[in-house]
């Protein structure tokens, strides 16, 4: 699933890098942490897995695709298709109501939404009936959910989510992380960016990463 070799990523002074040498192999349908400090490089490292950013060296694989190979048209067709992101204060259009803020998505990644199948990406998050109204008229957590359904439109094989749990308070986040993790058992790879050791130690794997560096290890 995902394959990182050797990958440097430096802003400004080049003696200074953000991530340092970094090797690792994810296989399919795992739930794997990375889990550090605040300026680690932690978001860097997703951002790259992501294909939001490719000024780096090294190499990064993801399904088979070699990121650094592909063409912009080509990448965004990868990440449109096959990745999903949760992010800590994810972006919605105010303006729209929530069924608009899954169909919009959908149409980037060229995925055709029915109303049962809004209704089912709802209810799997715990929000059966909310297709109707606007973003401001939900809470936090009702947020984060339905961040998480809108990454599913596609259905993705890897859900990247970076601090998803940090604006909420422990029981909601709890809540959040569990469905979350529900999607290794639909197939999904997750990655999870956090610096809570206990939602790291939710996850099958750890990697630690500070200062640059990247080691495996349980929390």
Excluded at 85 to 105: A, D
Excluded at 143 to 148: D, S
Aim: charged share 20%.
């Amino acid at each position: 699933m995902i394959r990182v070799q050797n990958v440097r990523k430096t802003y400004g002074d080049a003696q200074s890098p953000v991530l340092r040498d970094i090797s690792f192999h994810v296989p399919q349908k795992q739930s794997v942490a990375v889990w550090g400090p605040s300026g680690g490089g932690k978001t860097t490292l997703l951002n790259l897995l992501g294909g939001l950013d490719r000024a780096y060296s090294g190499s990064i694989s993801l399904l088979g695709k070699t990121l650094e190979t592909l063409s912009d048209r080509a990448l965004s067709g990868l990440r449109g298709r096959n990745i999903g992101f949760v992010f800590q204060s994810p972006p919605f259009f105010e303006h729209l109501r929530v069924e608009q803020n899954l169909l919009l998505p959908a149409r980037f990644a060229g995925v055709s939404l029915s109303g049962e199948r809004i209704e089912g990406l709802l209810s799997d998050v715990g929000l059966s009936g909310f297709a109707g109204r606007f973003p401001h008229e939900l809470s936090g957590g009702q947020l984060q959910r339905l961040a998480l359904a809108r990454a599913c439109v596609a259905d993705p094989a890897l859900l990247l989510c970076d601090e998803p749990t940090g604006n909420l308070d422990p029981a909601t986040g709890q809540a959040v992380l569990d469905l979350i993790l529900e999607r290794v058992e639909r197939g999904m790879t997750v990655m999870v960016v956090t610096h809570n050791r206990e939602v790291a130690a939710r996850c099958a794997r750890v990697f630690r990463i500070e200062d640059g560096l990247l080691t495996e290890a349980r929390p």
